[in-house]
Nanobody, 126 residues
Framework: QVQLVESGGGLVQAGGSLRLSCAAS????????MGWFRQAPGKEREFVAA????????YYADSVKGRFTISRDNAKNTVYLQMNSLKPEDTAVYYC???????????????????WGQGTQVTVSS
């Protein structure tokens, strides 16, 4: 079992930055691949970024590539999402998730993830 708690959301102006954190419970955090997803009102939850267990491999949605960076600190049981150059269309509830495994073709699939956090709201004003 892994419990995930996100933090760091808030209100920011377009062009600004935020860093989201996701703290995980349990001693096996380093064995999980991690992902960030987001869900805007009236839309489906969509993939944002993912990172493998070691942090050596990362993936991004095209819409955030070059602006967002995912990272992890296994000693702190925490995964981060640094978000720069934020746009109003980035407004959503952001969720972190843990997967026992994903491949290079399945990292963006919601059903690959076994555990989810409760989400943190990010609002970008224009």
């Amino acid at each position: 079992q892994v419990q995930l708690v996100e933090s760091g959301g808030g209100l920011v102006q377009a062009g600004g930055s935020l860093r989201l954190s996701c703290a995980a419970s349990g001693r096996t955090f380093s064995s999980y691949a991690m992902g960030w997803f987001r869900q805007a009102p009236g839309k489906e939850r969509e993939f944002v970024a993912a990172i493998n267990w070691s942090g050596g491999i990362t993936y991004y949605a095209d819409s955030v590539k070059g602006r967002f960076t995912i990272s992890r600190d296994n000693a702190k049981n925490t995964v981060y999402l640094q978000m720069n150059s934020l746009k109003p269309e980035d407004t959503a509830v952001y969720y972190c998730a843990a997967a026992t495994y994903f491949s290079s073709s399945s990292y963006s699939a919601r059903d690959r993830y076994d555990y989810w956090g409760q989400g943190t709201q990010v609002t970008v004003s224009s």
